[in-house]
């Protein structure tokens, strides 16, 4: 590997995450993924926390602009549809929030997850308003269709599954009440 970066750090340490949660992300585990001695990593950072902290702002970022593409989707529809496939296509995605959330004890990675997540459920909210439902009910239907996502991000981690159902996707849009082509809308 040529020169590593901070950001070449930080997409480690997010994979790390991905695999252990917070308490996993270690110097040494992140210089053994890059092949790299720990001692490169005092060139980027000064300690754990501030490596965990551009992992976070990294994570944030990336999903930020996902959601920023996924916002231009004219279509309420195919805007969910979407979000919905590129989240379950990104298993480490996932695993991140599932670890973010279960790490909630930890201040800036609790803060951070709730932004992202305020993000996520705010464009999901935003689509079902769209196609009719009521703020009351949109929310209601994107807290259970988001906490599915989460559920299916903790069983794969456990081993429970080995990934989403290859319905999942049609079956998350049905419970959120969004058409499906080919059924009777709920």
Same mark, same amino acid.
């Given at each position: 590997?040529?020169?590593? %970066?901070?950001?070449?750090?930080?997409? @480690?340490?997010?994979?790390?995450? =991905?695999?252990?949660? !917070?308490?996993?992300? #270690?110097?040494?585990?992140?210089?053994?993924?890059?092949?790299? +001695?720990?001692?490169?990593?005092?060139?980027?950072?000064?300690? &754990?926390?501030?490596?965990?902290?551009?992992?976070?702002?990294?994570?944030?970022?990336?999903?930020?602009?996902?959601?920023?593409?996924?916002?231009?989707?004219?279509?309420?529809?195919? &805007?969910?549809?979407?979000?919905?496939?590129? *989240? !379950?296509?990104?298993?480490? /995605? =996932?695993?991140? +929030?599932?670890?973010?959330?279960?790490?909630?004890?930890?201040?800036? =990675? =609790?803060?951070?997850?709730?932004?992202?997540?305020?993000? &996520?459920?705010?464009?999901?909210?935003?689509?079902?308003?769209?196609? $009719? &439902?009521?703020?009351?009910?949109?929310? @209601?239907?994107?807290?259970?269709?988001?906490? $599915?996502? !989460?559920?299916? *991000? /903790?069983?794969?981690?456990?081993?429970?599954?080995?990934? /989403?159902?290859? %319905?999942?996707?049609?079956? #998350?849009? #049905?419970?959120?009440?969004?058409p499906v082509? $080919?059924t009777d809308?709920?």
């Amino acid at each position: 590997m040529g020169r590593v %970066t901070a950001d070449d750090w930080a997409r @480690a340490a997010l994979e790390v995450l =991905a695999e252990g949660g !917070l308490r996993a992300i #270690a110097v040494e585990a992140v210089a053994a993924r890059l092949n790299v +001695s720990k001692g490169s990593f005092y060139w980027h950072f000064t300690n &754990r926390r501030a490596l965990v902290d551009a992992a976070l702002r990294l994570w944030e970022s990336g999903t930020g602009a996902v959601i920023a593409e996924v916002e231009k989707i004219t279509d309420p529809a195919q &805007r969910l549809r979407t979000l919905l496939e590129i *989240a !379950l296509g990104e298993p480490t /995605a =996932a695993a991140v +929030s599932f670890w973010l959330i279960s790490g909630a004890d930890d201040p800036a =990675a =609790a803060e951070v997850a709730r932004r992202v997540t305020d993000r &996520r459920m705010g464009l999901m909210q935003s689509a079902l308003r769209l196609l $009719g &439902r009521s703020e009351e009910e949109a929310r @209601a239907r994107v807290v259970a269709g988001y906490g $599915g996502y !989460l559920g299916v *991000a /903790a069983l794969v981690r456990i081993g429970a599954v080995d990934s /989403a159902p290859a %319905t999942f996707t049609e079956q #998350a849009l #049905a419970e959120m009440g969004v058409p499906v082509p $080919g059924t009777d809308p709920a």
